[in-house]
């Protein structure tokens, strides 16, 4: 018996909505611009060290992009590799919890390396549920509603983050560390077992493996050629590159903050409330702009504002706090964009039979995204704040010569 394709595809729809929305519950009690750098802080880590968590949190999944699709992309389904990736970020979560309720009998630095373990692997098996994620995404859902898809998805889950920021900032200023950071990681893991629930109901269309599939050696062989046969992959890496500044900044506007402010449980949850604010907010701005102009249009936003952001912060953090609230405002403008903008378009410069692959040649050639958190923490130390977000802002800049070249299907 025949499945009806327009019942699979709203099926399909909906289950990637209801993860999507826990999984926005999960994010928002482990953020990495503001609860994973406020851990470290408050444990008593370095710029240094704040560093060596972005490149951690951000640098791993860009590299392990490499791996992990390159191995995927000979699977014809992804979905049991999604599910693996989902409950080992489960279980990642769940030890988390118990290392953090355990923090007093642990040295400071024993602590902040056992965090950095944890959650290197947590980002490790992150990555390998993103490949498989964007994959399934791609052949799940037909280009009449992958828009639309986008566009809810963002409304959806920025309510319940909304929702989430509520409730971390009452955790975080109203409990006593480390017990209120165990209790956003117990809740993070019970969240995202939950978010894990929609993809069971997905009905995932295989993807033939042909004779020419690539293995891991010859994704790296092949990238030369394939910057010739899809310039738009070449520019979109590029663009990415530059723009990568932007994400990897974000945390350390959180250590600057700690320089002219104390930096109190109740401040970081004001700061976390802020971006969330900053990301409904945009969602009915980027909403208007993706009918007009499409992903192109809203990347090229998120570079705009990206941009600024490193200069603002510079001339904020000298007033009162109030004006530096508008970093994080504006923080969520930007990864509003990201999340609407990024993936969209990467699915729309590829297609399904290539599409796990050109996500491992993303990975392998986004490197200043994976080491700039480490060369930014260290030279922080030395050259001060000023230099390095001054440079960061010119740097973002710059994506938006690369980002002209991209051809988008209209």
């Not at 390998?128 to 898809?149: C, H, N, W």
């Not at 790296?220 to 310039?231: E, L, R, V």
């Not at 802020?274 to 007009?292: D, P, R, Y």
């Not at 970093?327 to 699915?347: D, N, P, V």
Request: with cysteine; glycine share 6%.
């Amino acid at each position: 018996m025949s499945t009806n394709p327009d019942s699979t595809a709203r099926r399909n729809f909906n289950a990637f909505l209801w993860h999507a929305v826990f999984l926005a519950l999960t994010t928002t009690f482990t953020d990495v611009n503001t609860i994973l750098p406020s851990l470290v802080v408050t444990s008593g880590g370095s710029d240094l060290q704040l560093g060596i968590l972005t490149a951690i949190m951000v640098g791993t999944p860009i590299l392990g992009e490499l791996f992990f699709a390159s191995y995927l992309h000979l699977k014809s389904r992804k979905k049991p590799f999604l599910l693996f990736g989902i409950n080992l970020r489960v279980f990642i979560l769940s030890i988390t919890a118990l290392v953090l309720w355990r923090a007093e009998a642990l040295a400071g630095q024993g602590l902040i390396s056992l965090i950095f373990l944890l959650m290197f692997v947590f980002a490790l098996a992150g990555t390998f549920a993103g490949v498989s994620y964007t994959d399934i995404l791609g052949k799940s859902l037909p280009e009449t509603m992958r828009q639309s898809f986008f566009v809810r998805r963002q409304i959806f889950t920025s309510i319940a983050i909304l929702i989430s920021a509520l409730i971390a900032r009452s955790i975080l200023a109203e409990m006593h560390y480390p017990a209120n950071y165990v209790l956003l990681f117990i809740l993070a893991a019970a969240l995202l077992l939950v978010a894990s629930a929609g993809f069971w109901r997905i009905k995932e269309k295989p993807v033939a493996i042909t004779a020419g599939t690539h293995n891991f050696l010859m994704v790296i062989k092949s990238i030369p050629a394939t910057f010739k046969k899809n310039p738009n992959l070449r520019s979109y890496i590029l663009f990415s590159n530059f723009a990568g500044f932007s994400l990897t900044l974000m945390p350390f506007f959180i250590a600057l903050a700690k320089t002219s402010y104390e930096l109190t449980g109740e401040q970081i949850g004001m700061f976390l409330l802020l971006q969330i604010i900053g990301m409904i907010v945009s969602n009915f701005i980027w909403a208007q702009i993706i009918k007009k102009h499409h992903f192109i249009g809203i990347i090229k936003g998120c570079v705009a504002i990206g941009s600024l952001l490193p200069v603002l912060a510079l001339i904020f953090v000298h007033l009162p706090i109030y004006f530096y609230w508008l970093i994080f405002f504006l923080m969520g403008f930007t990864m509003s964009a990201r999340r609407i903008g990024y993936e969209g378009l990467f699915i729309e410069i590829t297609d399904d039979e290539n599409r796990a692959l050109h996500k491992g040649i993303v990975g392998a050639t986004r490197l200043s995204t994976a080491f700039f958190p480490l060369i930014a923490g260290w030279l922080i130390g030395y050259v001060g704040y000023e230099t390095i977000f001054i440079l960061s802002s010119i740097m973002i800049a710059t994506s938006l010569y690369f980002i002209r070249e991209l051809h988008v299907p209209s």
